[in-house]
């Protein structure tokens, strides 16, 4: 068999989507391995959310380009998003055979037959019915804990800012026969936990099946197995979602909702299609609902004309939430998108990075400040293995998300455990084993 080897980067919808290479092309006489030295073919699955992403791509083909100098017969692979919005850029490098888009990875297996030196080849064709729901991916978690389950594909929101429309296509949902199975597949291959994903798991749709009936399809079919979903969009998440979260002891209690910003003025602009009013009234249902689940964020600093009264909001309504973590970053323009054509990017890089520091700044203080909330409480946690400190400590996630560790020689990855919280960090609570 040959040997394939993938470097996964992004989000966890690309994770997911290795996996189902790794599926689609070990039907065809290739075998994944972890050392790129031996590799026939190399590969990277990638991102183009943000331009550092794309980058650090760019610098890997060269590296990728030693192992084919050493053995010319190596082929080199750009899938997913990059693949997607770059094309023909990537071909004229002279240094990748194979370019393919997300909606393309069926026709990998005849894109790798086909390629040769100076014969580069590539697919890109967008599709609105492609879920590769007939798919078992081949999971690449170590620790056979946790497994991504993709439910929908495409984005139909077209935020001003985001490529992901551009580089995944239309938004079309997975036919939940398919995920229930993938779902049932998963807990009977001993795996405790799955996360559902998709660009906006709230607009899921399978004839008459939303996303809460398939939350709730999923948790009683599976009461053994813990569930986790990602991502939630404000315009959409509904009551009846958090109604099923409420009643089903096995689906976590976090939800990360992107706010982006606090300012109604750049939401409108960014396309968010919610007020900060609208977000806030939906935090306070989830609370309504469920006082103890855990909310996170993403959030974008210097976005095209933020004025520092914008700035502000956005800083006031971190306060007003009170948020668990978030994701932070500054605005990075994307090529072909609403804002990249309509919007200058008119925001000094200088004020970015300084916006982007405060709001770090205050996230890290509401971090802490969450987790000392939690001293004294009892959670139980799904081991993932030893903490990468100290090997007689084990670490996991307790159902908000938060990492927890805790002494322990007794148990080993995928057990559960009941703990108490002793004391934290702001991203780390340190517990004791209950009993």
Not at 18 to 26: M, N, P, Q
Not at 238 to 251: F, G, Y
Not at 342 to 348: A, G, W
């Amino acid at each position: 068999m040959k040997k394939l080897y993938i470097e996964t980067y992004g989000c966890q919808m690309n994770v997911a989507d290795t996996e189902v290479i790794f599926s689609l092309l070990g039907k065809h006489g290739y075998e994944r391995t972890e050392d790129i030295s031996e590799a026939d073919v190399i590969m990277a699955n990638t991102c183009s959310v943000r331009d550092n992403a794309e980058q650090r791509i760019l610098g890997r083909i060269e590296v990728f380009n030693q192992q084919k100098k050493a053995r010319p017969e190596v082929l080199v692979g750009i899938l997913g998003c990059m693949a997607e919005r770059l094309k023909e850029e990537l071909l004229q490098t002279g240094k990748v055979d194979i370019v393919a888009g997300p909606d393309a990875y069926r026709s990998l297996p005849l894109l790798l037959q086909n390629a040769a030196p100076g014969q580069p080849q590539i697919n890109v064709q967008l599709s609105r019915e492609e879920t590769y729901a007939d798919i078992s991916p081949v999971r690449i978690d170590r620790n056979g804990v946790s497994a991504f389950i993709s439910i929908m594909r495409g984005c139909n929101n077209v935020c001003s800012y985001c490529v992901v429309p551009y580089t995944r296509g239309a938004e079309r949902s997975r036919d939940y026969h398919s995920i229930v199975r993938e779902a049932c597949e998963c807990f009977e291959g001993g795996y405790k936990e799955i996360t559902l994903l998709g660009q906006n798991v709230d607009s899921y749709s399978y004839g008459d099946c939303n996303f809460a009936g398939l939350l709730r399809m999923v948790a009683e079919a599976l009461p053994g197995l813990r569930i986790r979903f990602s991502t939630s969009n404000p315009q959409d998440i509904s009551d009846e979602v958090l109604e099923v979260m409420s009643s089903h002891d096995n689906i976590c209690r976090h939800i990360h909702l992107p706010v982006q910003s606090g300012s109604d003025r750049i939401l409108e602009k960014m396309r968010r299609r919610y007020t900060r009013e609208w977000y806030l009234q939906r935090v306070a249902a989830i609370r309504r609902y469920m006082p103890d689940c855990a909310i996170t964020t993403d959030v974008i600093a210097g976005f095209c004309s933020e004025t520092e009264e914008d700035h502000k909001d956005t800083l006031s309504i971190f306060e007003e939430v009170g948020f668990d973590a978030a994701f932070m970053f500054y605005y990075s323009e994307r090529p072909g998108t609403l804002a990249a054509r309509k919007f200058p990017d008119d925001v000094p890089q200088e004020v970015k990075n300084r916006r982007l520091e405060e709001i770090i700044a205050l996230q890290n203080r509401l971090s802490l400040e969450s987790n000392r909330r939690d001293v004294g409480k009892s959670f139980r946690v799904l081991v993932e293995g030893p903490s990468k400190r100290n090997p007689s400590e084990l670490c996991g996630r307790a159902g908000n998300n938060k990492m927890c560790i805790w002494p322990d020689t007794a148990h080993k990855a995928g057990d559960f455990v009941d703990v108490e919280v002793l004391d934290c960090t702001q991203a780390t609570l340190f517990c004791r084993l209950k009993g």
